[in-house]
């Protein structure tokens, strides 16, 4: 009898710590996505003008799927132009490149939820945009799709050049749009 | 000498179409590749590091060609010695694995979140 209770008690402790073990190991599985090849766009066109865009296609972005916490990087320089000129004064008159060579992007996916995120939802990103040394608020929405093992994750929003005190001379003032597009799409891949 | 008078109209329209087409195809030439630009570096990744290291903002934008053991890869790069990702141009399969590789690429800085030095437009010499 006594025997019998001893082995009852051991068969649900073992249970206990199967199940210790089994939840330790799930959530120790890593929550990071990345990627070092994340694709980001602006325009600033005027119609009737040589169109002003630019695809970096360098961007670094990290997402940390359990808080929705996202960080992304890219340099300046990687910005390719269809004309040579276009990109230089892009890198040395406006954004300077040599003396702040990177744009970075810390937010958050509000309510981010990997498991619901079953094939394609939308969120509300928020976050702090660094360009020129010069800190900006973001607040947008962004697509997550879930592609196999992929995420990806597409957005947009506007600034302006003066927001990041962008001086545009007069003498292109009409050629250069007032409001910036920017596009995000971002294929990330758990980081090992 | 008669004719040139006469046709002096068409001759400056000649001229201001060749100086138009001149400053145009100047004004609109596309990014010079890295082919074309001369090497500042060549050497090992660990070396190169050394180098960025001395003087950071030198070798922004400047073209290497840097060598080491092919440690990661995907569709758009590889990483060399788990320090620098070299992006190419275009995605591309590659078949190496583990071996020693030579790299050309155009150095754009360094990625504080991974921890790792980047290139980009880059052609595998060897």
Known sequence: MEGRRILRKLNLMKKVLFFLFFSVTI???????????????????????????????STTVILKTRTGSIAAQLFITAFQFRVALMQEHFNENYMDSNKYPKAVFRGEIADFNFTEASIQKEYNLSGTLTIRGVKKEINTTATVTLDGDKIILSSGFTVAPQDFDIAIPKIVRKKIAETIHITLNYELVEKK | MNLLKKNKFIVFLLAICCF??????????????????????????????????????????????LEGVVTSKDENGITLNNQVYCQFSTKQ??????????????????????NELKLDQCIIQK
């Open chain 1, 27 to 57: 959530s120790g599985v890593s929550q990071t996505y990345f990627t070092r090849t994340g694709s980001t766009n602006f325009k600033a066109s005027v119609t009737a003008f040589e169109p002003v865009e630019s695809t970096n296609k």
């Open chain 2, 20 to 65: 138009g087409y001149v400053s145009y195809t100047y004004l609109m030439k596309p990014p010079t590749g890295i082919q074309s630009k001369q090497v500042a570096f060549t050497g090992t990744t660990t070396a190169f590091i050394t180098k960025f290291q001395e003087n950071a903002t030198d070798w922004l934008n400047r073209v290497v060609v």
């Open chain 2, 93 to 114: 399969k590659i078949v190496v694995a583990q071996q020693t590789l030579k790299i050309k690429g155009r150095f754009i800085g360094y990625d504080d979140l991974l």
